[in-house]
């Protein structure tokens, strides 16, 4: 595989150069796989990883208790993998970020709770921030605990809503001014459970009566700290996911996140150009991540979340449907050898390589630029791909798709844990920020930075030249995958067209107001994103002889086509009929009976259906 030469000097985001009808096809084509060396040391630990796992967990006993097994962690911590991408002064492994997400993968690849955790100790944990916090308090005690192989998170969602930019949990500074105390609830805390050390977003309020959210770390060890249970979903069963309750509890006031370095991280996609460090250098180390602030980093521990058990998952499916075609026979034929079954499994194949290929870009494209708005857009990217797959998966293998493993294993069929994964995926595309919410960020990351800080002059129309130039550009790409990338080019031009004629037409609050609108501009633009990708990707590998990426890059480019012949009509009809168009009626009257009922007439929509049984307000929702 070829590898990229970074240059000292960043590049802009490829993302952003699509929504500004630009392919960059040169910088991508010099696709950058991992070295030798680098997946030699992700064989090595994924290897130890799994013989850890396979003597102290089995995935359907955690399955069926709902608890990781109390051995697991202090294993964990012995093998270094609580610190992935920790230095070995830190008692970490060192890997790189793509090492890391491929630890991830393996481990999600036999449990997605196990995944989880090792996820948001390594993506969001406290020893995450080291890197950019100066020296202080904070930075030795967190190095110190970090040293000791803490389990941590990050906790900031709460009952309101972590949409809500304001926090009701609070901080308000003792007397003698020697600390705070934060008061609140948290829901829905990843390792929330069993972490040691975490980050707590809460509302200060200052004696002046000035409030702004800001970032605490506290110690789960702490006076008026108490985990109030563990979440139970309809997957993810034993994830260490948790519901906390702060009472009066004291900080110290060097727990404080300095003020200019607590990267506000609620929103993926935006940018603190304020504080950013200096671009990591291009000659260091490969293995290295050096972030550049702290948006940078909680861009990659959302990431590391959501795309290894993607990843994970569609590979599962994709050996899931071998196993299945290769032993089911109907009418006298194999099952593999019908159309559409192979339609089926090559859609599979293709998703697969999708969500491997943007992860390998997103992960390593740090070292020549800011990466953000590509993992922002790999969220969904890789949740998407990974649950057509399971979705495909289930309905291909029917009856036993949807069963359980142990209802199989009962019946002497084999267990494929395919319904629990099915379960597990759907968490995928709400971690992190829900699906519509990311499309929504991203496309306004994009809008605001490409249009309205720095308006770009309206692109000319795609011609005859632009179709030559692709296959100059691209000889190493097939006939069919050179006329993709011709259509990535046009389709870019198309959507830089529709932005230079929005931002004209639209101050930034009132076109970001057309939610709709906004969100399927972010499928666009991700869809063409991962077009480029694949083709490049393809590109790389067939000039080093490896041509089996042009087929897996034809397919799912053809796939992305159909949903992008499905979004523009979408976007027209959200530009017609937005917030203030003549049209937008029908939607707000519709929405006020579906949220408010029809008045005195019966429901029609919701006829049939039984009273809810009335039950007290669960607690810390009551005032909803």
């Not at 395919?418 to 829900?434: I, T």
């Amino acid at each position: 595989m070829s590898s990229s030469q970074p240059s000292a000097a960043p590049f802009p985001s490829p993302l952003h150069e699509l929504y500004q009808g630009c392919v960059p096809w040169r910088r991508l084509r010099s696709f950058p796989e991992p070295t030798a060396a680098e997946h030699a040391r992700g064989d090595e630990t994924i290897a130890e990883l799994e013989a850890l796992l396979r003597e102290h967990t089995d995935p359907e006993e955690i399955e069926r208790t709902g608890r990781l097994p109390d051995t697991l962690t202090e294993a964990l911590r012995k093998g270094g993998f609580l610190g992935l991408m920790a230095g070995a002064d830190l008692g970490g492994l060192g890997l790189s970020p793509h090492n890391a997400f491929r630890v991830i993968q393996a481990a999600a690849g036999w449990s997605i709770p196990i995944a989880f955790s090792l996820a948001i100790t390594n993506g969001f944990g406290s020893g995450t921030y080291l890197p950019l916090l100066s020296e202080g308090p904070l930075k030795d005690m967190i190095t110190e605990r970090t040293r000791g192989g803490i389990v941590s998170a990050g906790a900031d969602a709460e009952p309101i809503g972590t949409a809500n930019e304001h926090r009701a949990t609070t901080a308000v500074p003792t007397e003698d001014g020697t600390g705070y105390e934060i008061t609140g609830e948290k829901v829905f805390i990843g390792n929330g459970t069993q972490a040691e050390l975490m980050d707590v977003s809460a509302t200060l309020r200052h004696p002046d009566g000035s409030e702004e959210v800001r970032l605490f770390f506290v110690d789960s060890s702490m006076d008026g700290f108490e985990v109030a249970g563990q979440h139970e979903f309809m997957g993810l069963h034993g994830a260490t996911i948790g519901n906390l309750r702060l009472d009066r509890v004291r900080v110290p006031a060097h727990h404080l996140m300095p003020q200019g370095e607590d990267g506000w991280r609620m929103r993926p996609g935006e940018r603190d150009t304020a504080h950013a460090r200096p671009a990591p250098d291009a000659e260091a180390e490969e293995d290295l991540f050096r972030p550049t602030d702290l948006g940078q980093l909680a861009a990659l521990g959302r990431i590391l979340v959501i795309a290894p058990p993607a990843l994970a998952t569609a590979r599962l499916c994709l050996r899931w449907s071998r196993d299945f075609t290769s032993r089911r026979i109907i009418d006298g034929r194999g099952l593999g050898t019908y159309e559409e079954i192979q339609r089926q499994v090559a859609e599979t194949a293709a998703d697969v390589f999708t969500i491997d290929t943007v992860m390998t870009w997103a992960l390593k494209a740090h070292r020549t630029g800011d990466s953000r708005p590509e993992l922002t857009a790999a969220k969904n990217l890789t949740s998407t791909a990974c649950w057509r797959a399971i979705d495909r998966t289930v309905s291909l293998l029917g009856a036993e798709g949807y069963e359980t493993a142990a209802s199989k294993a009962r019946r002497g069929a084999r267990p494929l844990p395919v319904e629990r994964y099915f379960r597990d995926a759907r968490a995928l595309r709400v971690a992190g920020g829900v699906d519509f919410m990311v499309d929504r960020w991203s496309a306004e990351t994009a809008l605001h930075t490409c249009w309205y800080e720095n308006p770009t002059p309206a692109p000319a129309g795609h011609t005859e030249a632009d179709a030559r130039q692709s296959a100059t550009e691209a000889p190493e790409l097939s006939t069919a995958c050179q006329e993709h990338l011709s259509a990535v080019q046009d389709q870019a031009r198309r959507l830089a067209a529709t932005c230079h004629e929005l931002t004209g037409r639209h101050t930034m609050s009132d076109l970001f107001a057309q939610q709709r609108l906004t969100a399927t501009l972010g499928r666009i633009g991700n869809e063409l994103l991962a077009m480029s990708l694949v083709l490049a990707r393809a590109a790389a590998m067939a000039a080093d002889g490896d041509p089996q990426g042009l087929p897996l890059a034809d397919l799912a480019c053809t796939s992305a086509r159909h949903r992008l012949a499905a979004l523009w009509p979408e976007l027209a009809h959200a530009t017609a009929n937005g917030p203030g168009t003549p049209h937008a009626g029908t939607v707000t009257d519709t929405a006020a009976t579906c949220l408010h009922g029809p008045g005195p007439g019966p429901d029609l929509l919701l006829a049939d259906l039984f009273s809810e049984p009335t039950r007290p307000a669960p607690h810390g929702e009551h005032n909803h």
